[in-house]
């Protein structure tokens, strides 16, 4: 796993998948975090759909994702518009397993909801934000404000209003 890390962290993404997939050849069980540590990579070199595909393969393997996992996966889908839907998708299914999104998983899909779509953005996230309390999650309006310090404040105005709609009904 070490030797796998330090191929990321060089930058030599190409060899790190084929040492992944090595590993996978050898009928080893890739643990959790070589496989969060593919789709981290990938995310890092701005390959969204290579890491939700990593994503994918890590599932049909059997290896269940942790938080983090979720956390590294939901944070990238929210930076590309293309995946956005996944990422919402991704959040609901981290819920739905039993994990409960840290704030920076949470903050980014309501952040998504803000930058990414279209007028009517507002009351989608507020009905994302109720569905979620539906699955017995509270979001923490003071550790969102703590991870969108230095956001523009338009952003971090709309992003409170939805939080905020929902915890006061």
């Keep these: 796993m070490e030797v796998h890390k330090a191929l990321v962290e060089d930058g030599n993404v190409d060899e790190a998948i084929e040492l992944y997939h090595t590993i996978q ?9 070589i496989h969060t540590s593919v789709i981290k990579a990938y995310l890092k070199f701005g390959k969204t759909k290579g890491a939700l595909e990593a994503y994918l ?4 393997a059997g290896v269940a994702p942790n938080s983090y996992t979720y956390t590294v996966l939901i944070k ?10 996944d990422a919402k ?13 840290n704030v920076a998983a949470y903050t980014a899909v ?8 279209d007028k009517i953005a507002e009351e989608k996230g507020k009905e994302f ?17 703590k991870v ?14 939805i939080v905020l709609s929902k915890l006061k009904s």
Excluded: H, R
């Design 148 to 161: 969108l310090k230095g956001k523009p404040t338009p952003v971090i105005g709309k992003v409170m209003s």
């Design 57 to 60: 393969a890590m599932s049909a």
């Design 25 to 33: 050849q050898a009928g080893v069980e890739p643990l959790v975090q």
């Design 110 to 117: 309501i952040e998504g909801f803000v930058l990414w779509e």
């Design 129 to 145: 934000v109720e569905m979620m309390m539906g699955k017995g999650f509270v979001p923490n309006a003071k550790a969102m404000m």
């Design 76 to 85: 990238g889908l929210c930076a590309d518009p293309n995946f956005f839907g």
């Design 89 to 101: 998708k991704y959040l609901l299914e981290m819920m739905d397993k039993g994990k409960q999104p």
